[in-house]
Nanobody
């Protein structure tokens, strides 16, 4: 399974961005799809995840601002990011799993200027 992410860029604080990640070459429905991020000088951290049955989880720092969702085929995951803050600046990584298999996308840079 290959994960291809897109949608990063440079925005000002308070603006919005939408990230997308499409799973290629998957013959099965992925269990969880979501997003992690790595801020400068910080370890990679969970941002948001969508489980196969509609349950979602968010990091406290993004609750109320970010929304994770999947398309009807369950092969594409989105991250709608609103009210962005400079501290959201990071490389965002798409993530998916199926059983014990874990998959990562290549990362997309989001830069939020103040």
């Amino acid at each position: 399974v290959q994960l291809q992410a897109s949608g990063g860029g440079l925005v000002q604080a308070g603006e919005s961005l939408r990230l997308s990640c499409a799973a290629r070459s998957s013959t099965f429905t992925l269990d969880r799809m979501g997003w992690y991020r790595q801020r400068p000088g910080k370890p990679r951290e969970l941002v948001a995840v969508d489980r196969n049955f509609g349950e979602t989880n968010y990091a406290d720092s993004v609750k109320g601002r970010f929304t994770v969702s999947r398309d009807s085929t369950k092969s594409t995951v989105f991250l709608q990011m609103n009210m962005l803050k400079p501290e959201d600046t990071a490389v965002y990584y798409c993530y998916a799993d199926h059983g014990y298999r874990h998959y990562w996308g290549q990362g997309t840079l989001v830069t939020v200027s103040s």
